[in-house]
Nanobody
């Protein structure tokens, strides 16, 4: 199975930026559409952003459109999430996860229930 390790979280003031990383190993990373998800204290996990296995399609939650950018480096087997103009409501634990290999983009279900989350995640805290 694909092993994923998230990093890059931290404490930042509102309006600041962070870049999260998700290092993959164990399987050919380039075959998997990938997503970022987050869970705020006391709330359910939610979808943040997704990217196709070739990186040619992206999809964002409305709450982060225009502020976050998901990219991937299939040579380095790493997924990134560039987060700009951060808001306190962006606070949470961020996880990366993989959809099924070679999934057809239009058929991917980005609901968190459709993914398995095995890593520790990385904590993002945005202060007002």
């Amino acid at each position: 199975q694909l092993q994923l390790v998230e990093s890059g979280g931290g404490l930042v003031q509102a309006g600041g930026s962070l870049r999260l990383s998700c290092a993959a190993s164990g399987r050919p990373f380039k075959n998997y559409p990938m997503g970022w998800f987050r869970q705020a204290p006391g709330k359910e996990r939610e979808f943040v952003a997704g990217i196709s296995w070739r990186g040619d399609f992206t999809h964002y939650a409305e709450s982060v459109k225009g502020r976050f950018t998901i990219v991937r480096d299939n040579v380095e087997s790493t997924l990134y999430l560039q987060m700009n103009s951060l808001k306190p409501e962006d606070t949470g634990i961020y996880h990366c996860a993989a959809a099924s290999a070679w999934s057809i983009w239009s058929q991917i279900n980005w609901s968190p229930a459709a993914f398995q989350f095995r890593g520790q995640g990385t904590q993002v805290t945005v202060s007002a």
